[in-house]
């Protein structure tokens, strides 16, 4: 079994196969021995658990998720790595790689078809450039996922966990907070890939929540309404929402005082149950 956390030898292994890096799908591969156990650790709870990987690499992640899990789908789109992946994981008759892209798949129906009943987790190293739009996929589709623990670049992993009042906090913030209970669990330098990115990384686990903390109207339109309140960041709230509350700037100023919210509020300082309060009498009053 090689051990894939070991810079020659995955050096090797890429050599091997002819593989070189590509920087459009930000491949920057994780060599450092400590991180991905305490990945998968958080991630799988049990051994009967099931976990989709998005990403695999060379498996150094999958190689962990393995020797925890009951089954592993790792979805892979660059097709290059297919013969190094066949031998990485030559010996886990566990481990299952579709090669395709995660955003063109049907995820509900893999998970249905993959994993039957049992309970599963996402894990996974995401390449920066597309963090956000798969965890929001991950989210807003409603999957039955227990957990998604993954490692993304220091700032979004700052962003997608602030709470509400900080300098981070924006309308991903929210919509994270109201699918799932965000936290940081640990850092990882840059010195930990090969090779090296510019930036340090943060491994991230958001529990998927049964239901949203708070009930909303009408969900699509609540969205709306919060992407809007962070459009101008510098604008208070009545400013920065004004093209989609349909009333007046006096109208919400009175609508925020009934419910205790000062009017010149920015949408940073809100909390979610704040939003939902207020984008629920917005649409009562219509």
């Known amino acids: 079994m090689t051990d894939l956390a070991n810079y020659s030898n995955i050096r090797a292994v890429l050599e091997r196969n002819g593989f070189n890096f590509k920087k459009s799908l930000g491949q920057n591969f994780l060599i450092n021995p400590t991180v991905c156990p305490r990945m998968a650790d958080a991630a799988v709870k049990s051994c009967d658990f099931g976990v989709l990987e998005i990403g695999p690499g060379v498996g150094v992640l999958t190689a962990e998720l393995a020797q925890r899990a009951s089954k592993v789908v790792s979805i892979e789109i660059d097709r290059r790595l297919q013969p190094v992946l066949a031998e990485t994981m030559a010996d886990y008759d566990n481990v299952k ?31 920066y450039y597309i963090t956000s739009p798969i965890i929001m996929r991950l989210l807003e589709s409603r999957l039955p996922i227990d957990n998604i623990t993954v490692m993304v670049q220091k700032e979004a992993a700052d962003r997608l966990c602030a709470a509400p009042g900080t300098r981070q906090c924006g309308a991903v913030s ?113």
Do not use: H, W
Not at 101 to 125: H, K, Q, T, W, Y
Not at 178 to 207: A, E, H, T, W
Not at 209 to 238: C, M, Q, W, Y
């Open 97 to 127: 790689i579709i090669f395709d892209d995660f955003m063109r798949l049907d995820a509900a129906a893999l998970i249905s078809n993959e994993f039957g009943g049992m309970p599963v987790a996402v894990c996974a190293n995401l390449p």
């Open 174 to 286: 929210v919509a994270v907070g109201y699918y799932s209970q965000p936290k940081v669990l640990f850092q990882v330098s840059r010195g930990s890939f090969m090779p090296p990115p510019n930036v340090d990384s943060s491994v991230i686990q958001l529990s998927v929540l049964g239901r949203p903390p708070v009930k909303v109207s009408d969900e699509k339109g609540f969205f709306t309404f919060i992407r809007a309140s962070f459009s101008t960041r510098r604008k208070t709230l009545s400013n920065a929402v004004g093209g989609v509350i349909g009333c007046s700037k006096a109208e919400f100023a009175e609508l925020l005082g009934s419910l205790g919210i000062p009017s010149q509020v920015r949408a940073e300082q809100l909390t979610l149950e704040q939003f939902a309060a207020i984008y629920n009498r917005l649409n009562e009053e219509k």
